[in-house]
């Protein structure tokens, strides 16, 4: 059983005997947060906010489905997420944070990072794919280019879903029993098995240089997901004062209904199979 928090939001019963929120209660609470994501939505769009949320930890901490969570319910021109490949060779000969830069939030968004330019800090250093003059300039130049964009007035939050080894282990038991799953253990995910020791030094070091006042990291106990996209949307929706108001009801006038017995019909080969 977990040991409690002085936080926690629901009595002993609404857990299983392995301290996990039952399943009802938190499909329950996570679309109550969804309504809430809703209403910060709105703020956003109406007060023209420009919000950054970075999404770091290592693989198969649950990432992008707390991200997949949050954008379940909300407008994708407003919520967007950015996942980006590896970087061509015309990126590469960019300064670093370029190919960041052009996806940062214009007024009235929220861009959710699925990764970001930690990139440098925690694969690129421990895969060899970044030079240690490279991963020391960034060490120093980050704090500043997070600084400018703060200074600009883009919100920004980084969070940093912490998974045990067991539990990482697990996840990938799990994904390569599953055919439908097993996309998501790339080569990178194989190697990153064998040097966690060195992961967890590169982490430590980068939390030593970017843990900043103005751009704190949030640590997210990811062993359990139910836990984990609750606390980090719980955590992301308190970092506003937004209206709590729910959307009006939009007044939907009567319909005309409209006959029209000249218009000639798709022929029916036109129609995909109708298997369902």
């Known amino acids: 059983m977990q040991l409690l928090s002085p936080s926690r939001r629901f009595s002993d019963d609404a857990y299983d005997k392995h301290g996990i929120l039952r399943k009802e209660i938190y499909e329950k609470e996570l679309a109550r947060l969804k309504e809430e994501l809703a209403k910060l939505q709105r ?23 707390t991200i997949k969570r949050i954008t379940e319910k909300t ?15 015309r990126e590469r000969s960019q300064w670093y944070f370029q190919r ?21 800090a925690g694969v690129e250093r421990v895969m060899g794919f970044a030079t240690a003059e490279e991963v020391a300039l960034f060490m120093h130049t980050c704090p500043e280019f997070e600084h400018m964009l703060v200074e600009e007035g883009i919100i920004l939050l980084k969070y940093w879903f ?40 590169a982490k430590d070091e980068m939390l030593r240089y970017t843990d900043l006042p103005y751009a704190p990291w949030r640590m997210v106990d ?4 139910r836990h984990a996209r609750l606390n980090c949307i719980s ?7 937004y209206s709590r108001d729910l959307p009006p ?28």
């Open 43 to 65: 703020t956003i769009t109406d007060e023209g906010l420009r919000i950054v949320v970075l999404f770091e930890g290592r693989d198969a901490a649950g990432k992008g489905g």
């Open 75 to 89: 407008n994708p021109r407003i919520v967007r997420t950015v996942a980006l490949g590896k970087p061509s060779d």
């Open 100 to 120: 960041y830069v052009s996806h940062l939030p214009a007024a009235g968004e929220m861009v959710l990072f699925d990764r970001s330019w930690y990139n440098r």
């Open 162 to 201: 912490s998974v045990s080894e067991e539990t990482q282990e697990q996840r990938f038991q799990a994904r390569a029993a599953d055919p439908a799953k097993r996309w998501k253990i790339s080569p990178m995910d194989l190697k990153s098995r064998e040097l966690w020791a060195e992961y967890s030094r």
């Open 222 to 225: 990811a062993d359990v997901k």
């Open 235 to 241: 955590n992301l929706l308190e970092q506003f004062d």
């Open 249 to 276: 009801v939009p007044d939907l006038p009567p319909r005309e209904w409209s006959h029209d017995d000249n218009r000639t019909a798709k022929p029916h080969e036109s129609y995909i199979d109708r298997l369902y």
